[in-house]
């Protein structure tokens, strides 16, 4: 099974702290996505990636995708008890075919 | 607008028993997903279908079937159910190839006793 690599798998912080959680792999993707899951429920897409070196932000979460494609990074700012929960990147190698990460829970604590 | 709907939510089954899980989704997408998610191994391919008519394989098929009813249904089917199957069941849809991301169901608890 293939699989991104993310780190750290766990992290517990303190509300108002930054943090970075990251998705690598030695695979080159066409497009790369982030999700978040909450307990009982099924992941919801926060953003996609698609071209080496791109940024995109989304509120207090900064999203990039490495130069060559392989890997990619989530920044929190200022993280709030509501950014809890399972965060979860994946990779397109082929149409209809990706590889997803084990995954980061992430727990912060007011 | 419900996006993706799956059901049943839970489902406990014994060994060798046989059962349907339902997917629907209303955003006419033409490819749909069906996902397993287990603990340490991430979210793995049973099967999907590219578009109405069409079924293909992904990394985890073995004791599965599949049915694309329509554009809007795509059904997974366990036709005698082993303890391994003990997993949480995913369905999701996409616009074509999958490239801008999937929308997912809430999952599917299944327990194979």
């Known amino acids: 099974t293939q699989l991104l690599e993310q780190s750290p798998q766990f992290l517990s912080i303190q509300e108002g702290e930054n943090l970075t959680v990251y998705c690598n792999s030695s695979?080159?993707?066409?497009?790369l996505q982030w999700y978040r899951q909450e307990p009982g429920e099924g992941p919801v897409l926060l953003v996609t990636?698609?071209?080496?070196?791109e940024v995109k932000k989304l509120k207090r979460l900064t999203f990039q995708f490495g130069d060559a494609r392989k890997d990619s990074s989530l920044h929190i700012t200022a993280a709030q008890p509501g950014d809890t929960g399972l965060y979860l990147c994946?990779?397109?190698?082929?149409?209809?075919?990706?590889?997803f990460g084990t995954g980061t829970r992430l727990k912060v604590l007011a | 607008n419900a996006g993706v709907t799956q059901t049943p939510k839970f489902q406990v089954l014994k060994t060798g028993q046989s059962m349907t899980l339902q997917c629907a989704q209303d955003?006419?997408?033409?490819?749909m997903y069906w996902y397993r998610q287990d603990p340490g191994m991430g979210l793995r391919l049973i099967y999907y279908s590219a578009s109405e008519g069409t079924t293909d394989k992904g990394e985890v098929p073995n004791g599965y079937n599949v049915s694309r009813l329509n554009k809007r249904e795509f059904s997974l089917r366990l036709e005698s159910a082993a303890p391994s199957q003990t997993s949480v069941y995913f369905c999701?849809?996409?616009?074509?190839?999958?490239?801008?991301?999937?929308?997912f169901g809430s999952g599917t608890r299944l327990t194979v006793v």
């Open positions: 695979s080159v993707f066409s497009s």
């Open positions: 990636v698609v071209t080496g070196g």
């Open positions: 994946a990779g397109v190698i082929l149409p209809h075919k990706y590889i």
């Open positions: 955003m006419n997408h033409n490819s």
């Open positions: 999701a849809s996409s616009e074509e190839t999958g490239f801008y991301g999937y929308t």
